[in-house]
Nanobody
Framework: QVQLVESGGGLVQAGDSLTLSCAASGRTLSNYVMAWFRQAPGKEREFVAS????????YSADSMQGRFTISRDNAKSTVYLQMNGLKPEDTAVYYCAAKRYYMTKNSWEYDYWGQGTQVTVSS
C-alpha cells in the first residue's frame, strides 16, 4: 500500500504561483511513477504531469508545459507541483497518484490516490 497526502491548495488570484505537495509513505517508491491529475467540476479527470521516482524524469501535459513543473525530493518522499501564471481555468481539485513502472496519462491505470487539494484561481 502507498499512502498519498496532498497539501498546498488554496485561493489565489490570476497570475499568482502556487506549489502543491504530495507526501508519500508505505512502500519503497523506487519503481513507482508519481503523477498529478486535476478535475474541474463537471469535467473528466485530466493528466497534469508525472515523474519517475528513481530517475526523476519529468513529463508534463502539452497544455501545462512552461507553467507547471513537477519535481520530487527523495529524502522527504514528497512530490511537488510548481504552478506559475495561474489562470481561472486552472481551478480544480488536484490529485496526486502513484503506479508502478511505466508512465501513463490514463488515470485508471494508477493504483493509489490522495484525497485531493482544491485550487481556486480568481480573475
Amino acid at each position: 500500500q502507498v499512502q498519498l497526502v496532498e497539501s498546498g491548495g488554496g485561493l489565489v488570484q490570476a497570475g499568482d504561483s502556487l506549489t502543491l505537495s504530495c507526501a508519500a509513505s508505505g512502500r519503497t517508491l523506487s519503481n513507482y511513477v508519481m503523477a498529478w491529475f486535476r478535475q474541474a467540476p463537471g469535467k473528466e479527470r485530466e493528466f497534469v504531469a508525472s515523474i519517475t521516482w528513481s530517475a526523476g524524469t519529468p513529463y508534463s501535459a502539452d497544455s501545462m508545459q512552461g507553467r507547471f513543473t513537477i519535481s520530487r525530493d527523495n529524502a522527504k518522499s514528497t512530490v511537488y507541483l510548481q504552478m506559475n501564471g495561474l489562470k481561472p481555468e486552472d481551478t480544480a481539485v488536484y490529485y496526486c497518484a502513484a503506479k508502478r513502472y511505466y508512465m501513463t496519462k490514463n488515470s485508471w491505470e494508477y493504483d493509489y490516490w490522495g484525497q485531493g487539494t482544491q485550487v481556486t484561481v480568481s480573475s
